[in-house]
């Protein structure tokens, strides 16, 4: 099966750009932090974050970050 966006947004709450930092590396992404856009990457996988992000960043952009990084349900769901 597919991810389950849907149950990813039930889980995630907004969160603030260092916690989803810190729970992508948790996920095996790694990069660096520059001043326009975060570059991560797992494997062949890459991936673009916007930054600076100011205040929380909310369920549609986390849903679309799960996608396109391609993160299981599971594997959200069990990274804190």
Do not use: C, M, Y
Request: hydrophobic share 35%; glycine share 8%.
């Amino acid at each position: 099966g597919g991810i389950d966006l849907n149950a990813i947004a039930a889980e995630a709450e907004p969160k603030t750009q260092r916690e989803l930092i810190k729970r992508l590396k948790t996920l095996g992404f790694s990069g660096h932090i520059p001043v326009d856009v975060i570059r991560l990457r797992r494997g062949t996988l890459k991936l673009k974050v916007p930054s600076p992000h100011v205040g929380d960043i909310g369920i549609p952009l986390l849903k679309e970050i799960s996608r396109q990084a391609n993160i299981s349900e599971d594997e959200w769901n069990n990274t804190k």
